[in-house]
Nanobody, 125 residues
């Protein structure tokens, strides 16, 4: 089992910034991907960003490119999501997730095996 604990959510004005953190513990994988997803009320969970833990290659949804940055700290088993120039439409619960399959990075939530409890991000206009 893998345990994921997110933190860093909160209320911010449009144009502001937040940094989310996700600490992983438990089972380890030789090759895995950590991703961030978000889910707004009444909407499906959507891909935000992902990082390959082995080589650090990153992937972003078009809607956040240039404003969000995903990074990792191997020594702390932690992945971060730096969110800048936030817009009201970014309001959602943000989840981190692990895909331990060793396959290519997936944008599909169904391909991720483990999920955190989520952290609320609210962007006011």
């Amino acid at each position: 089992q893998v345990q994921l604990v997110e933190s860093g959510g909160g209320l911010v004005q449009a144009g502001g910034s937040l940094r989310l953190s996700c600490v992983a513990s438990g089972r380890t994988f030789s090759r895995y991907v950590m991703g961030w997803f978000r889910q707004a009320p009444g909407k499906e969970r959507e891909f935000v960003a992902a990082i390959s833990w082995s080589n650090g290659v990153t992937y972003y949804a078009d809607s956040v490119k240039g404003r969000f940055t995903i990074s990792r700290d191997n020594t702390k088993n932690t992945v971060y999501l730096q969110m800048n120039s936030l817009k009201p439409e970014a309001t959602a619960v943000y989840y981190c997730a692990v895909d331990g399959s060793g396959g290519p990075v997936s944008w599909s939530a169904g391909d991720y095996d483990y999920w955190g409890q989520g952290t609320q991000v609210t962007v006011s206009s």
